[in-house]
């Protein structure tokens, strides 16, 4: 190449921000007479990855007349989520499509309702509580062991990605909600697969058909909601017409609680909201996650050797309890290096209230901020090899130098996964319970793709081979 003619991509960026501070606004990718959105829909993942590679770390995006701001440093993921969190709300597209399914709960609602739900929710997700929980999780997963020991004595194959999602929703129904759901998986499943993908194409389309317009696209959508709407009621139902002593349970919690000035308890549709989001979110976010550490687990069998003795060193011949979980240090660490790789809520969107300035850039008022995990999560300037699979660099002496907001796969600030704690001892339990039977194979010529939707799934699920330890 002639020297003449090479251009320093640093120096290129350094005068592109540069040049947009003097006029206030943030670097933008090239775009057409639509803005980005074109390009966000062909390929979400690599769009926001190569916007930060060209812009730095705010980018600027125009989707038709919004303008939209992606925040990839970590200092600017805290003003947003943690340090000016009252000024960024929840009032976007993307909540407003999840509000269609989920109502109001806690993922969605905002201000003093949102306040009300967290207190009455927040002691059902203490460590004391979800120690409790730890047997059943345990017994799930052996259930899990006893039915795949068939499939790999004949050399059958499972698909990961459903195996998880029916073995965290079975844990999500017994333990919050005092419920078996296994008779339901099969349905659940299906009809949250597609109102995750409804979701994601009504946030990216500019026109939305409404729900009432009985298109042949519509009356899938409501058949589905109506399948989850009917396995909650039904939970509520029950618990009403319970007599005696109730389970101490999650469910209980939200019926028994009262307004501390009003002295009313939740209406049905409270109670509907909030016990769906706690449904869907208490499973749909594990199951991803233990999916893509398999899959992970899988291409890397140094790593998997690695967790499989230190499986076995800690417990022996026993099953794992809650007790191990501080001692399962390596398995931990893997989990977490799969969560950064591959975060279960891999993008959040704000509104700005009133207008801000980010590292000098402009952020005007009702304009939508993205923070990625999926771009923070592989900043260079933040992480060594960012793409790669190094679970190390989660033991405690290198962790402790990770920066506070550069890794955040359950959000930051105030409305931080309510669940993360019964999430992390739910993975680790069930990750130790399963490998300590069964390493994992993945079918050959079988595609294991990314797909961006609310959550981070595996397209076309991850298909394998448990092979049993000898």
């Known amino acids: 190449m002639n020297a003449g003619s090479y251009i320093d991509k640093n120096r290129v960026l350094r005068f592109a921000q540069w040049h947009a501070r003097a006029s206030g606004k943030a670097p933008a990718p090239p775009s057409n007479a639509l803005g980005h959105l074109g390009q966000m829909q062909n390929d979400q993942l690599g769009f926001f990855l190569r916007a930060r590679e060209q812009c730095g770390d705010v980018a600027r995006f125009r989707f038709i007349l919004l303008p939209v701001h992606?925040?990839?440093?970590?200092?600017?993921v805290r003003r947003v989520l943690v340090d000016e969190h009252r000024n960024y709300d929840k009032q976007t597209k993307g909540f407003n499509v999840l509000r269609l399914v989920l109502g109001n709960g806690l993922l969605t609602a905002e201000g003093e309702l949102w306040r009300r739900q967290r207190r009455i929710a927040q002691p059902a997700f203490h460590r004391e509580r979800i120690a409790a929980?730890?047997?059943?999780m345990v017994l799930a997963a052996e259930d899990t062991v006893r039915s795949w020991i068939p499939i790999a004595e004949r050399s059958g194959t499972i698909d990961i990605a459903s195996?998880?999602?029916?073995?965290?929703?079975?844990?999500?129904?017994?333990?919050?909600?005092?419920?078996d759901v296994t008779g339901d998986a099969a349905s659940v499943g299906q009809a949250v697969s597609l109102l995750l993908t409804e979701a994601n194409v009504r946030i990216l389309h500019p026109i939305e058909v409404p729900l009432n317009i009985p298109t042949p696209h519509n009356r899938r959508?409501?058949?589905?909601?109506s399948t989850l709407e009917s396995v909650v009621r039904k939970m509520i139902e029950e618990r009403r017409k319970m007599t005696g002593q109730r389970p101490n349970d999650l469910l209980t919690m939200l019926?028994?609680?009262r307004d501390e000035e009003t002295g009313e308890s939740m209406t049905d549709q409270q109670l509907r909201d909030e016990v769906l989001t706690i449904f869907l979110a208490g499973h749909e976010t594990t199951a991803n996650a233990l999916a893509w550490t398999f899959y992970l687990l899988s291409?890397?069998?140094?790593v998997a050797r690695r967790v499989e003795k230190e499986i076995v060193d800690v417990l022996g011949n026993r099953l794992p309890e809650v007790g191990d979980v501080n001692k399962l240090v390596y398995t931990t660490a893997v989990l977490k290096e799969s969560m950064r790789l591959y975060p279960p809520?891999?993008?959040?969107?704000r509104r700005a209230v009133n207008d801000d300035v980010v590292d000098g850039y402009e952020i005007p008022a009702d304009s939508i901020v993205f923070a990625s995990p999926w771009v923070t999560h592989r900043h260079p300037g933040f992480w060594q090899n960012p793409e790669g699979f190094d679970p190390d660099r989660f033991l405690p002496e290198r962790a402790a130098t990770i920066h506070r907001t550069a890794y955040f796969p359950f959000g930051a600030?105030?409305?931080?996964?309510?669940?993360q704690g019964f999430a992390m001892i739910e993975a680790v339990l069930l990750l130790a319970t399963l490998c300590r039977k069964f390493r994992i194979d993945l079918v050959p010529g079988h595609p294991v793709v990314p797909q961006p939707s609310i959550t981070l799934r595996p397209r076309y699920g991850i298909k394998a081979r448990p092979i049993l330890h000898t």
């Open 70 to 76: 992606l925040l990839a440093h970590p200092e600017h």
């Open 133 to 136: 929980f730890g047997e059943r």
């Open 163 to 179: 195996e998880m999602m029916r073995l965290t929703l079975r844990i999500a129904g017994e333990t919050l909600l005092s419920t």
């Open 221 to 225: 959508v409501l058949s589905a909601l």
């Open 255 to 257: 019926m028994e609680a």
């Open 299 to 302: 291409l890397h069998p140094g």
């Open 345 to 349: 809520a891999w993008i959040i969107g």
């Open 413 to 419: 600030g105030p409305r931080i996964c309510i669940g």
